[in-house]
């Protein structure tokens, strides 16, 4: 047979599907490395971002039987980092991890920086405002009234996709101008 690293990724996938430890070690050694990136940019934690992705991995090798992947292996392994990184994110345990942080900031370095940071809130409030109405209150509910995707479907009379879609759309207008600081100030 010939050597693993000259398999395709939809060959390693048929592979994989028949238990083949080593077709899923060589997806891994593939993958890991742009979905710890992924993930570590999206949440600044090492550790956090190392339990992403094995939870990914250990997923995938639970699952390997019945999996579909329709799409190119690394999209796939993407989106699936994203939806876990979000799942975190609701549930609050990258909301609780960030702000353990926060407490730990000088004081006196976050008076010199109060002016820039009212000035970003600012920004985003503005931002916020210039959205469509309906993404506008989508939006709110998720990140103000904290509310989930499920109960905010059901207050407004709408599915969860579309909850989702308007969330989606909300955080994609308002990354762009916010650039870096996205991530971080998106959360709260």
């Known amino acids: 047979m010939a050597a693993y690293s000259s398999l395709s990724d939809v060959e390693l996938r048929d592979l994989l599907k028949s238990g083949d430890h080593a077709a899923f070690t060589e997806l891994y050694q593939r993958n890991w490395k742009f979905l710890f990136n992924g993930a570590f940019k999206a949440t600044n934690h090492w550790e956090d971002s190392q339990d992403i992705c094995q939870s990914i991995f250990i997923w995938l090798w639970e699952n390997r039987e019945t999996v579909r992947i329709t799409t190119n292996t690394r999209t796939y392994l993407h989106t699936a980092v994203k939806y876990k990184i979000a799942g975190l994110i609701r549930s609050g345990k990258v909301r609780e991890t960030l702000l353990d942080e926060l407490e730990d900031i000088d004081p006196r370095r976050y008076r010199e920086n109060e002016l820039e940071i009212r000035e970003l809130k600012n920004l985003i409030s503005q931002l916020i405002n210039e959205l469509p109405s309906k993404c506008r209150e ?9 509310l989930s995707h499920k ?3 059901e207050q407004l009379g709408i599915s969860e996709r579309t909850v989702d879609e308007q969330v989606h759309r909300a955080l994609k207008k308002l990354k762009v101008p916010l650039g870096k600081m996205a991530g971080l100030f998106l959360l709260f």
């Open 138 to 146: 989508v939006f709110l509910l998720s990140r103000d009234e904290e």
């Open 151 to 153: 109960e905010i479907a």
